[in-house]
């Protein structure tokens, strides 16, 4: 998954009627996170200092693990078509 900033990230689930719990982890870093009933999105929270390298995370959900790869978007394209090749050579589009 690429990204302009963390700012913007959410995670997103589209059955909001109960609470839940959503569980990220990054190496030795664990995190729970609690997810409140009628809330559709949750903003990522984890690592704020992160840097423009890859890196993977664990996420679960409802007992289902999911790995997820973040990769931020350089800030050094000239152009939209620069910036969309680049996602498709890294698998964001």
């Not at 999105?41 to 289902?64: A, C, R, V």
């Not at 050094?76 to 078509?81: L, Q």
Request: proline fraction near 2%.
């Amino acid at each position: 998954m690429c990204y302009s900033t963390l700012a913007n990230l959410k995670f997103w689930r589209a059955d909001a009627r109960h609470a839940s719990w959503l569980f990220i982890q990054s190496g030795a870093k664990k995190q729970r996170l609690a997810w409140a009933s009628q809330e559709t999105t949750l903003p990522w929270s984890m690592d704020k200092n992160f840097s423009n390298h890859q890196k993977e995370y664990l996420i679960e959900y409802e007992g289902i693990l999911q790995s997820v790869i973040l990769l931020a978007l350089p800030t050094t394209f000239g152009s939209n078509e620069a910036q969309a090749q680049w996602m498709r050579q890294q698998g964001c589009l």
